[in-house]
């Protein structure tokens, strides 16, 4: 995904994502997070699944981590369900 948006769009888009990958968000997020690509988002509606792990905890933090790293950089996040 990060590379597909790095040769599609550029910063100054809008870019706005929906993200429902039941479970793979959290490693996709983070992959984002990772290659600076964050900056390319202005807005992620995404649903996290973390009660379809057995380590429940340990991805609510994920979570709560991923959320705080869009935050920073002023992006909008909104739960989707």
Not at 6 to 26: A, H, N, P, Q, R
Not at 57 to 65: A, N, T, Y
Request: proline share 0%; with cysteine; charged share 35%.
């Amino acid at each position: 995904l990060s590379e597909y948006i790095k040769k599609t769009f550029s910063k100054d888009d809008f870019l706005v994502c929906k993200m429902d990958i039941e479970g793979s968000e959290y490693c996709v997020l983070e992959k984002i997070i990772e290659d600076d690509v964050i900056d390319y988002f202005k807005i992620l509606y995404v649903e996290f699944h973390a009660s379809f792990f057995t380590n429940k905890d340990e991805m609510i933090q994920k979570e709560l981590k991923i959320t705080q790293k869009f935050l920073e950089k002023g992006i909008r996040i909104n739960s989707w369900s």
